[in-house]
């Protein structure tokens, strides 16, 4: 055997016989694993520049703990904790490992930009990936590793991937991102190695209701807190909180991240952000002293930070942490009002991406629309009204009902406009019978084929009382019966509908509704002897249906101007706030694709019942001419 070969052999007896190295991950780390320029701080690992990590580490390190679940702000160093870990597996604790992320394009992309590059950099598993590709068995699908002892799958969170393969060590990453049904797929891999598996979760925080919010609550709840440099007392820190203390006024005083509203930091009320991030500071809890925002005290807090644990009766085996950007010495805190303060800009007039993106990756806080999202009030116009009666709007041309039918009642709009193409919501709210309705028609003189109502929700039960509630005209067709109409939305852009003005019958108009209306028949369904069936035979009552690619789109455009006091106005009335609630309960979201195309997505952030009132009293103004179709 010549010395080349003498000395490879020693390498492997070495590396065969060497001890594990048992220390905790962060300490191992300290001495092996030096972070390429992929990562934000480059050069050799070192804990105590975020010693909240410390806890999840000896977390995933421990052998009684089964579950570990991070939900923690973006950029604060929580992925470091799934590729520490995996580096510390390979050389000290080998098993077979799934790293499962939301789609394979994800999960090859984090293997090339950061994973491989790491591995590559660290000498001891540098060492583990040469040998591997010595003995061909270096394999790629979105990325395998195939060791002597173990096997390390990075990939996609899909029914391909996780039906199949059952590992002890599995690391899902961003579970906000994943499809529904994936994280039990991904989980009930570990199912055989109940009395040894161990399961990392680390991600950004997501939806109220979704998996990683469940199990983040079905852990610890552990929140990284500070002592605060005067009282020395312990809190969490968070955008703001009320305290149990006031001022001399009677005021609650509010803790957290406060900064000066004056003429130099909001002049004109629009924020100056060079004069207001000086005046950004944090207020404690307990003692209200104020904290500077300098990195020597974001490092201060840091050293003495400590988790508490919020859910002292979860199971030992399922430990969960929690920390937001404010944690992380790194980020200054004026710069994280500034985000807010933009965000809360771009939310009063409608836009609530940014606001809702600032509570999931700054704050890492589960989204819930009714906690973490305020709307703007719509400026209620100035109307005449005589002795308590009803409001008077002297532009009144026509009047419309809309109703959105629930299950057991019903949500209502009364809505004024004129030929202009001028709106005013005159009263909105929540009923509960059928005859509420027709109380509400009568109250606002309301014509009967001027209420609208869904007929999405129970459509026979809708054509029966639409039907039910009319009156006979006679006009040049002869005796015709006028009763409410009903209407129902539909996903298409437009209706072809042909041209009245066209004797050929070949022309078409594009409208966003469709022309001329379906008759209903109520008494489908009913049994002869049924009453209804004597009082409606004969009688129809007409269904439109709307076009949502064109109505919806018109809605959130009106609502921008309706925040802004224009051609959508709202009567004043105690129901005012419901309404405005409403109106701003869906959100527009864009995604660029990496081709430049843009795609619009809706999100529902609220009630917006009311806000579809509104969209059928558009489609309502379009079927009278007042809107051009």
């Not at 962060?26 to 975020?50: Q, T």
């Not at 973006?74 to 799934?98: E, F, M, W, Y």
Request: proline share 5%.
């Amino acid at each position: 055997m010549d010395a080349r070969a003498r000395a490879g052999l020693a390498d492997a007896l070495a590396l065969a016989w060497a001890p594990f190295d048992r220390r905790p991950i962060f300490e191992w780390a300290a001495e092996n694993i030096s972070l390429p320029a992929d990562y934000g701080i480059e050069g050799p690992f070192h804990v105590e520049k975020s010693r909240y990590l410390i806890e999840p580490f000896l977390a995933v390190h421990n052998d009684a703990v089964r579950m570990v679940t991070i939900q923690a702000a973006v950029q604060t160093g929580k992925s470091l904790i799934g590729d520490l870990s995996i580096a510390h597996a390979i050389c000290n604790a080998p098993r077979n490992l799934h790293w499962n992320f939301p789609t394979d394009e994800q999960a090859k992309n984090y293997a090339d930009r950061r994973a491989m590059k790491l591995f590559r950099h660290c000498s001891a598993t540098r060492r583990r990936l040469e040998d591997a590709a010595k003995r061909d068995r270096f394999k790629v699908r979105a990325v395998e590793i195939l060791f002597h002892d173990m096997t390390l799958v990075v990939q996609g969170a899909n029914e391909g991937n996780l039906q199949s393969h059952s590992v002890p060590f599995i690391i899902n990453e961003e579970l906000w991102q994943w499809n529904p049904g994936m994280y039990q797929q991904a989980c009930a891999r570990a199912d055989f190695f109940s009395w040894r598996k161990k399961i990392l979760n680390i991600s950004q925080a997501g939806e109220k209701g979704c998996d990683l919010d469940l199990e983040y609550q079905a852990g610890t709840m552990e929140e990284w807190e500070v002592p605060c440099p005067e009282c020395r007392q312990y809190q969490p820190l968070v955008l703001n909180q009320a305290t149990e203390q006031r001022d001399k006024s009677g005021k609650i005083e509010w803790a957290g991240l406060v900064w000066e509203t004056n003429d130099q930091t909001r002049p004109q009320g629009k924020w100056n952000f060079d004069q207001l991030k000086p005046s950004v500071r944090y207020r404690c809890a307990k003692c209200l002293a104020h904290w500077e925002d300098t990195p020597s005290l974001r490092r201060q807090l840091n050293d003495y930070g400590r988790f508490r644990v919020l859910n002292a009766n979860a199971s030992i085996e399922h430990r969960s942490f929690h920390w937001n950007a404010m944690a992380c010495d790194e980020i200054s805190w004026a710069g994280l009002a500034e985000k807010y303060l933009r965000a809360k800009d771009q939310e009063r007039v409608g836009n609530r991406v940014p606001i809702r993106e600032f509570h999931l990756k700054q704050l890492a806080e589960t989204f819930d629309a009714e906690k973490h999202l305020s709307y703007a009030l719509a400026p209620a116009a100035t109307v005449p009204i005589d002795d308590g009666k009803l409001p008077h709007w002297p532009l009144q041309e026509f009047i419309f009902l809309t109703v959105d039918v629930q299950r057991g009642h019903f949500w209502a709009l009364v809505q004024a406009w004129n030929s202009a193409g001028l709106d005013m919501a005159m009263w909105a709210g929540r009923l509960t019978t059928w005859e509420d309705v027709a109380d509400k028609q009568k109250e606002w003189s309301v014509p009967d084929h001027c209420v609208f109502v869904d007929a999405r929700y129970e459509p026979q039960q809708v054509y029966r009382e639409c039907t039910r509630h009319g009156h006979e005209q006679i006009d040049g067709h002869g005796v015709q019966w006028l009763c409410w109409t009903a209407m129902m939305g539909d996903a298409r852009r437009e209706f072809k509908n042909r041209d009245p003005n066209d004797k050929t019958n070949q022309k078409r108009l594009g409208q966003p509704f469709s022309f001329p209306p379906t008759k209903c028949d109520p008494c489908i369904g009913l049994h002869t002897s049924d009453p209804d069936v004597v009082s409606l035979a004969g009688k129809r009552c007409r269904l439109f249906l709307f076009a949502k690619g064109t109505i919806d789109p018109l809605s959130f455009d009106r609502r921008e101007l309706m925040l802004q006091g224009m051609t959508s106005l709202v009567a004043p009335g105690d129901w005012n706030k419901e309404y405005s609630r409403h109106m701003q309960g869906e959100q527009v979201e864009e995604t660029r694709s990496k081709l430049g195309v843009v795609t619009r997505k809706i999100r529902r952030t609220g009630p917006n019942h009311l806000l579809d009132c509104y969209r059928m009293g558009l489609a309502a103004a379009c079927i009278a001419r007042i809107l051009s179709p």
